[in-house]
């Protein structure tokens, strides 16, 4: 196939891209370099499957010959507001990716007859009342809360696609991805596992906001990676949950991260706003996941971390 992905530059992005070159299709990527990085599809530039070009896809695409597929990664993603590249600082930017930019990407696969998948998310449930979360859960979203650019943008995503799906006949499909994490993350992308990592890797203590009752699932990229090709090549229309169904606290999981790294530096807990505007309990409920793609994740936390950590060291300088 001839695959395009938006986002390519960015973590998840880079890594679907890395496996649809491997099982042998040609890839274009998108990307504006807003928050992706040239560092993580560097090794691919001299593959003559892959072709790059820097474009923000909320402006107009144009492609030359035949797309078979179209797979929407392209947004911000890191909560951190701490972070130029949160989506907390580029709102308007956010919001234009999840609008525009699937209006544009959905028109590509319209004008192809091509596949489409979007790269949706766990927070258009927002800090959610059922547990764990279902597909059929419409969500406990703020829309003018201090998350909401990321949120509603992811919403509105899905509704377009699906009228897409239902006036054109685009042969959609809806992933909600919940957290992933491996190499390439952004370290200050202000999510658990990239500050306790990037804390323990220092011999720091793990901050921990709020009780750190919260609870996450952590899945790891390979894994989730391959969830997302199964269902670009399932005949499933409707949003599919991809996640890690394992859920930890988050104190559990600072736990984890010294033991597994051997800091002994402990936890500090700080008390902090962002605590309650957080969602205080993710975990999804894979159970279509598993009828309708036959997958779940298989890499363990404990594995999936010491796949990580070296490039945390690397990032961080240390030997």
Not at 57 to 65: A, E, H, K, M
Not at 121 to 144: C, F, K, L, R, W
Not at 280 to 293: M, S
Request: aromatic share 8%; hydrophobic share 40%; glycine share 8%.
């Amino acid at each position: 196939m001839r695959i395009l992905v938006t986002g390519a530059a960015g973590f998840l992005g880079s890594h679907l891209c890395d496996r649809l070159l491997a099982e042998g299709h040609e890839v274009i990527g998108l990307d504006n370099f807003i928050t992706g990085s040239q560092d993580n599809i560097a090794h691919l530039m001299g593959n003559d499957r892959f072709t790059f070009y820097r474009h923000d896809v909320s402006n107009y695409i144009f492609l030359p010959g035949k797309i078979d597929a179209v797979l929407h990664f392209a947004s911000p993603a890191s909560p951190n507001p701490q972070s130029p590249l949160a989506y907390f600082n580029l709102p308007i930017q956010t919001m234009k990716a999840g609008a525009l930019g699937t209006h544009n990407s959905l028109g590509v696969a319209k004008a192809h007859g091509a596949r489409f998948l979007l790269a949706s998310t766990s927070e258009i449930y927002g800090d959610p009342q059922v547990h764990p979360q279902v597909e059929t859960y419409a969500g406990n979203v703020d829309p003018i809360g201090p998350r909401a650019v990321y949120d509603e943008a992811k919403r509105f995503a899905e509704s377009l696609t699906m009228a897409y799906h239902r006036q054109h006949d685009v042969d959609t499909r809806i992933a909600r991805i919940f957290n992933t994490y491996g190499p390439r993350m952004d370290l200050e992308d202000g999510r658990a596992l990239p500050n306790f990592l990037k804390q323990a890797l220092l011999r720091q203590s793990l901050t921990v906001y709020g009780n750190g009752q919260q609870t996450r699932s952590f899945c790891y990229v390979d894994d989730l990676i391959d969830g997302i090709v199964r269902l670009l090549m399932s005949e499933e229309h409707l949003p599919v949950n991809i996640g890690n169904p394992t859920e930890m606290t988050l104190v559990q999981f600072a736990e984890a991260i010294n033991t597994i790294t051997g800091n002994e530096a402990g936890t500090t807990f700080v008390p902090d706003a962002r605590s309650a505007r957080d969602p205080q309990r993710r975990q999804p409920d894979i159970t279509r996941a598993r009828q309708i793609l036959g997958w779940e994740p298989k890499v363990s936390l404990e594995q999936g971390l010491r796949n990580t950590i070296p490039y945390f060291k690397q990032k961080l300088g240390i030997a």
